[in-house]
DNA sequence: ACCTGAACACCGTTCAAGT
DNA sequence: ACCTGAACACCGTTCAAGT
């Protein structure tokens, strides 16, 4: 037991409060206890602070939640473009996906904010910058991203929990669901009852990436107007 | 002026309090100030009744939310089908958005909350039937009903306002944004720039959609394994 | 059976002080 | 420059009464 804790007066000689101590505690707050879980007074109390010292440094706890939702946004790590189209453009989806998964509990803040445009600039040029080379104009090419953007953000907040879904992963419920499925009676929802009832995300997610990206490359193929 | 106003005591012989109605009156709070104006309080005061009554007929809060959003995605007008299942994709997807455009500001609630399964079943049956009869295996009809959810959800997302969007609908934010994405000097968001700065929900919604509808018949067509 | 008064443990935020 | 005490106007929810 060193001297780092301390009861009443918090942190004397310590780091001072920042923006980025603020925004990491939040972060923390997320990952623990999920994005309810953020307060004011919950990160405060995680900085040994009062909640209304963070006003000094962040705007409020809306801009504070947008914050935080720029920062995963803005931990994804681009791979290295190819030269390949498919590959690159399945490769850039993946890595979305894995900076949401790094904190899942704070994937639906990420997907459902309405970020600041500029925190997901990189992957948006390099997206850009694909489909460019693989000879969409620049009016297509943001048809295109847009599209490739829906898929991967409908995926995810699927996968987040969030939005309808169907699918459940653990063995336990997959029958209890598809039961369910079964009693409603509808043909075309019991005939696919037990793939219905059960989830694999990552698998779900390369389908589907898969598919945009295999309609993204026929439509290029294909000499427009 | 009629007697349907009273102060104090309210609402002696009217309608009794209901879950439909507590429902209806969220709904309404949602349209007029959007999702985050609901409160218990909020809703209780357009009954006329007291906050602590609403708990009779509904679980808490976040039931309620679940409620209206469910609400919401029941009130889906689905189309006829035709048989062709193209068109029939087409128009159950865009009876999806129907529903969520009656009720802008729940739109991001229905995308966004963890339905109970039940609310979105017949337009699960409609596609799910649709893809069979097209010639998927049950199997791979819920992979690609899936694929087409993601679409639908993330661009509807995407025009609710949540989740990371880049386009602006105004004249006036459109030649501001577009600014603002020229002064990045990332060179393929310079050159779509202008079409970047744009988005005609509806265009990108419709594309989006066609480009999914493609990708899956074109998969149909491709024996598998 | 249904509604409410009193009460509790929370919120976000402002502002005038304090160092 | 940065932090906090006092204060305000809100929350969701429980429970013991009241009719």
Tied chains: 1, 2.
Excluded: W
Excluded at 179 to 201: I, K, M, N, Q, W
């Amino acid at each position: 037991m060193n001297t780092t804790t301390r009861r009443g007066r918090p942190r004397k000689g310590d780091a001072r409060l920042s923006r980025e101590a603020i925004l990491t505690a939040a972060l923390e707050v997320v990952d623990a206890d999920g994005a309810a879980a953020v307060s004011m007074r919950t990160v405060a109390q995680r900085l040994g602070v009062d909640a209304k010292s963070l006003y000094h440094h962040i705007d409020g706890k809306e801009a504070l939640l947008d914050a935080v939702a720029g920062h995963v946004l803005g931990g994804i790590d681009l791979p290295e473009l190819t030269g390949q189209p498919e590959d690159d453009l399945r490769a850039i989806a993946q890595s979305f996906r894995k900076a949401t998964r790094a904190h899942p509990q704070a994937a639906a803040l990420v997907l459902t904010r309405q970020l600041p445009s500029i925190a997901a600039l990189a992957p948006v040029e390099a997206v850009l910058s694909v489909l460019r080379k693989a000879g969409a104009s620049p009016e297509e090419a943001v048809h295109l991203l847009r599209s490739l953007l829906a898929v991967v953000v409908g995926s995810l907040l699927r996968e987040a929990g969030a939005g309808p879904a169907f699918g459940v992963t653990d063995e336990a419920g997959i029958a209890h669901r598809r039961a369910e499925l079964e009693r409603t009676g509808l043909p075309a929802v019991v005939e696919s009852a037990p793939y219905l009832a059960r989830c694999d995300h990552e698998a779900e997610f390369s389908f589907a990436v898969e598919l945009a990206v295999a309609a993204t490359m026929q439509r290029l193929a294909t000499p427009r107007r």
